[in-house]
C-alpha cells in the first residue's frame, strides 16, 4: 500500500506540472485534484489502519 501512497502523491507533481504548462484548464484541473485528493485520503487511511492492525 505504501507504493500506491507514495504515487498518487507523484501524481500531484505531475498533474500541477501540466497545469502550469496550460494543458489543463482550471475547471478540469479541479476536478482532476479533487479526485486525487480523494483517492490520497483513501490510501492515506488505508495505510495508517493496516500499520496499527499489524
Same mark, same amino acid.
Given at each position: 500500500?505504501? $507504493? %500506491? ?12 506540472? !501540466?497545469?502550469? %504548462? ?9 476536478? !482532476?485534484?479533487?479526485? +486525487?485528493?480523494? !483517492? $490520497?485520503?483513501?490510501?492515506?487511511? !488505508?495505510?495508517?489502519t493496516? +500499520?496499527? +492492525?499489524a
Open positions: 500500500m505504501g $507504493f %500506491a501512497l507514495r504515487k498518487a502523491s507523484e501524481t500531484e507533481y505531475w498533474l500541477q506540472l !501540466i497545469h502550469f %504548462a496550460d494543458l489543463l484548464n482550471e475547471k478540469e484541473f479541479e476536478s !482532476i485534484d479533487s479526485d +486525487r485528493l480523494e !483517492i $490520497f485520503k483513501m490510501l492515506t487511511k !488505508i495505510t495508517k493496516s +500499520r496499527e +492492525r
